[in-house]
């Protein structure tokens, strides 16, 4: 029975590659080859490979692949073709340790007692190999090149080969090789994928493409989750605490009349303020520049396509240093939706406390770092500002949008495709966390080293508030402190390393390290200080919020967002959706990924 199964392991693995070809010249079928592998890949990477590491290296496996995901992200900074190389080289490797491991488990199949366990148990290995076959087809070639046999079939031909290796002595041969290392290249392994698949360097499809690319994207994500599963990984949970299957649910219903009330406000706001030209922040004092910084994007979706280009052009512009830093800092931070939520999950004396210190942050840093910072002479590194196009830019809505309606249509739209797939990522976020995260962990960690792993953690990584909101609470209900939760809020929107890339070109690099000094140091301390006030029983307790009967207009807010969820997948392709939660350091890239939106009639940005 082995040699059947091996042949079927193998087919599975070039049906990749084979429908890759065939689409390829066919834009509908090339469309749907990519929404499949983007909806199976990180599906089964996360359901299937790193729960299996996390059973040795506990949340070890977590950092490792999140150092993956950044080594890719910063090879990034050298290039689409150095990403590429460094990707190929982390992941090959990665996929060949699996595809041994892939043998062994077939062999043990064909040795199962039961031949319809072996078949059972083979179907499941055998399904996943597809995904890998149309992972190495398309998300290993450097941009503008299409996959070339060699480049295709080499890493394929290594993987079948490993498979039938470890299918023979796969056992044997793992046995020499201590668990934790071959978990640690594979845990490091799937955090350079995730970055990979869900990243594209090519332009977005037209209407139709992305359309057919977000159905095959929802049948590829139904497909991987249907299959078996042989560690019951969405029904495991530590002891007394909810699985994946228990919690994503209820945690949905929850948060979705918040997040949807989030929407509607935005767009309300959206078509009530006042357009603001770049020039309304150059007051003569510095406290009011800071001041007007902070209030500038106040109905801004405060997603990495609402802050950064922005900034940019306000670099271009020459608008005080104090006033872009203030909009950097509190910009993501009042989020609307990250308030609504953080309402409903950590209670409102704690919400309304974080916003406050969110802007005292934002004026405090913008004041200290203003003082010294002075932006660079030549804006060469983003090109002289088209300044007549600009004139037509504005932050708020335009004096010749149609209606009120029109505007607030808009501004529900921008902010319903920049914050979506956060809003569902930090749901599943939170329940993968509730379900794999052991209460005892944080009584092992001391109080003031929780805070400073926080600190470390939010720095190099884009956090949007609605993201990290219900992480944030769930880290509390884990028994982690407050402080430590509220730092990743208040720090964590605060800086990136993109966002600090641009900041570097433009006021230099000692500025910079000031500036995240000042973010950290200070953002841990207001963290502190607010957790000392706020009462913790004015906190939600998370068992309870998600188990009790929930309410007929909470079912019916879900249903809603899923279906607005469904047409802003529908209209954006999965590429479109997951770019907001990426944050590039190229303006044109970003307007590739459908990030300027510029389809709704209006463009986000500034003007003189």
Same mark, same amino acid.
Request: include cysteine; aromatic fraction near 4%; charge should be positive.
């Given at each position: 029975?082995?040699w059947?199964?091996?042949?079927?392991?193998?087919?599975?693995?070039?049906?990749?590659?084979?429908?890759?070809?065939?689409?390829?010249?066919?834009?509908s079928?090339?469309?749907?080859?990519?929404?499949l592998t983007?909806?199976?890949?990180?599906?089964?990477?996360?359901?299937?490979?790193?729960?299996?590491?996390m059973?040795e290296?506990? =949340? !070890?496996?977590?950092?490792? /692949? +999140? *150092?993956?995901?950044?080594?890719v992200?910063?090879?990034?900074?050298?290039?689409h #073709? %150095?990403?590429?190389?460094?990707g190929?080289?982390?992941?090959?490797p990665?996929?060949?340790?699996h595809a041994?491991?892939?043998?062994?488990?077939?062999?043990?199949?064909?040795?199962?007692?039961?031949?319809? =366990? !072996?078949?059972v148990?083979? /179907? +499941? *290995?055998?399904?996943?190999r597809?995904?890998?076959g149309?992972?190495?087809?398309? #998300? %290993?070639?450097?941009p503008?090149?299409?996959s070339?046999p060699?480049?295709?079939?080499?890493p394929?031909?290594l993987?079948?080969i490993?498979?039938?290796?470890?299918?023979?002595?796969?056992?044997?041969?793992?046995?020499?090789v201590?668990?934790?290392?071959?978990?640690?290249?594979v845990?490091f392994g799937?955090?350079?994928?995730?970055?990979?698949?869900?990243?594209t360097?090519?332009p977005?499809p037209d209407?139709?493409?992305?359309?057919?690319?977000a159905?095959?994207f929802?049948?590829?994500?139904?497909?991987v989750?249907?299959?078996?599963?042989?560690?019951?990984v969405l029904?495991?949970?530590?002891?007394?605490?909810?699985s994946?299957?228990?919690?994503?649910?209820?945690l949905?219903?929850?948060?979705?009349?918040?997040?949807?009330?989030?929407?509607?406000?935005?767009?309300?706001?959206?078509?009530?303020v006042?357009r603001?030209?770049a020039?309304?922040?150059?007051?003569?004092?510095?406290v009011?520049?800071?001041?007007?910084?902070?209030?500038?994007?106040?109905?801004?979706?405060?997603?990495s396509?609402?802050?950064?280009?922005?900034?940019?052009?306000?670099f271009?512009?020459?608008?005080p240093?104090?006033?872009?830093?203030?909009f950097?800092?509190?910009?993501?931070?009042?989020a609307?939706d990250?308030?609504?939520?953080?309402?409903?999950?950590?209670g409102?004396?704690?919400?309304?406390?974080?916003?406050?210190?969110s802007v005292?942050?934002?004026?405090?840093v913008?004041?200290?770092?203003?003082?010294?910072?002075?932006?660079?002479?030549?804006?060469?590194?983003?090109?002289a500002?088209?300044?007549?196009?600009?004139?037509?830019?504005?932050?708020?809505?335009?004096?010749?949008?149609?209606?009120?309606?029109?505007?607030?249509?808009?501004?529900?739209?921008?902010?319903?495709?920049?914050?979506?797939?956060?809003?569902?990522?930090g749901i599943?976020?939170?329940?993968?966390?509730?379900?794999?995260?052991d209460?005892?962990l944080?009584r092992?960690?001391?109080?003031?080293l929780?805070?400073?792993?926080?600190?470390l953690?939010s720095?190099p990584l884009?956090?949007?508030t609605?993201?990290?909101?219900?992480?944030?609470?769930m880290?509390i209900?884990?028994?982690?402190s407050?402080?430590?939760?509220?730092?990743?809020?208040?720090v964590?929107p605060?800086?990136?390393?993109?966002?600090?890339?641009?900041?570097?070109?433009?006021?230099?690099?000692r500025?910079?390290?000031?500036?995240?000094?000042a973010?950290?140091v200070?953002?841990?301390?207001?963290?502190?200080?607010?957790?000392?006030?706020?009462?913790?029983?004015?906190?939600?307790?998370?068992?309870?919020?998600v188990?009790?009967?929930?309410?007929?207009?909470?079912?019916?807010?879900?249903?809603?967002?899923?279906?607005?969820?469904?047409?802003?997948?529908?209209?954006?392709g999965?590429?479109?959706w997951?770019?907001?939660m990426?944050v590039?350091?190229?303006e044109?890239h970003?307007?590739?990924?459908?990030?300027?939106?510029?389809?709704?009639?209006?463009?986000?940005?500034?003007?003189t």
């Open positions: 029975m082995l059947p199964l091996l042949a079927m392991s193998i087919a599975g693995l070039l049906l990749g590659p084979v429908l890759v070809a065939m689409g390829r010249g066919r834009r079928a090339s469309a749907a080859i990519e929404g983007i909806g199976v890949v990180p599906v089964l990477v996360i359901t299937r490979l790193l729960p299996h590491t059973e290296l506990r =949340a !070890g496996a977590l950092a490792l /692949a +999140a *150092l993956g995901f950044l080594a992200s910063f090879a990034h900074r050298g290039g #073709a %150095l990403e590429a190389r460094i190929r080289a982390v992941v090959v990665t996929l060949l340790l041994i491991t892939d043998g062994a488990g077939l062999a043990i199949s064909a040795a199962a007692p039961e031949r319809s =366990a !072996g078949w148990l083979g /179907a +499941a *290995l055998i399904l996943h597809l995904p890998e149309l992972f190495v087809a398309t #998300a %290993l070639a450097p503008g090149v299409e070339s060699r480049r295709t079939y080499v394929v031909a993987l079948a490993g498979t039938i290796i470890g299918a023979l002595g796969g056992v044997r041969i793992l046995s020499a201590p668990e934790t290392i071959v978990d640690g290249v845990a799937i955090g350079a994928m995730l970055r990979l698949v869900v990243h360097h090519t977005a209407a139709a493409q992305r359309a057919v690319s159905v095959s929802l049948v590829g994500v139904a497909l989750l249907s299959l078996p599963d042989p560690l019951g029904q495991r949970a530590q002891p007394s605490e909810l994946l299957v228990q919690s994503v649910v209820p949905f219903v929850e948060t979705a009349p918040s997040f949807l009330a989030a929407l509607v406000v935005t767009g309300v706001l959206y078509a009530v006042p603001r030209r020039s309304w922040l150059e007051a003569t004092r510095p009011a520049q800071a001041a007007r910084g902070a209030a500038f994007g106040v109905p801004l979706p405060a997603g396509c609402g802050v950064l280009p922005i900034a940019r052009r306000l271009a512009l020459h608008i240093v104090a006033a872009i830093l203030a950097v800092v509190a910009t993501p931070a009042l609307l990250g308030a609504f939520l953080s309402v409903r999950l950590l409102a004396p704690l919400t309304l406390a974080r916003l406050a210190v005292i942050l934002a004026m405090v913008a004041l200290a770092i203003g003082r010294f910072a002075r932006p660079s002479a030549s804006i060469a590194s983003f090109g500002p088209d300044v007549g196009a600009q004139a037509e830019a504005s932050f708020g809505h335009a004096d010749t949008a149609p209606s009120a309606w029109a505007r607030m249509r808009d501004g529900f739209v921008d902010a319903l495709d920049h914050l979506g797939a956060w809003y569902v990522l599943l976020g939170a329940a993968a966390f509730e379900a794999t995260i209460p005892a944080s092992m960690v001391p109080r003031p929780d805070v400073v792993a926080t600190v953690l720095i884009w956090v949007s609605v993201g990290a909101t219900p992480l944030a609470a880290m209900h884990k028994g982690f407050t402080t430590a939760a509220l730092a990743l809020l208040v964590g605060a800086t990136n390393l993109t966002m600090l890339a641009v900041l570097r070109q433009e006021i230099g690099g500025a910079v390290a000031a500036y995240v000094i973010v950290a200070l953002g841990a301390a207001a963290a502190f200080l607010v957790a000392r006030v706020v009462p913790a029983s004015s906190i939600p307790a998370m068992h309870p919020l188990a009790h009967r929930h309410l007929a207009v909470e079912w019916a807010s879900l249903l809603v967002l899923a279906g607005l969820f469904a047409w802003s997948l529908l209209r954006m999965p590429r479109g997951l770019a907001a990426i590039e350091s190229h044109e970003a307007r590739d990924h459908g990030c300027a939106h510029e389809h709704h009639g209006h463009e986000h940005g500034a003007s």
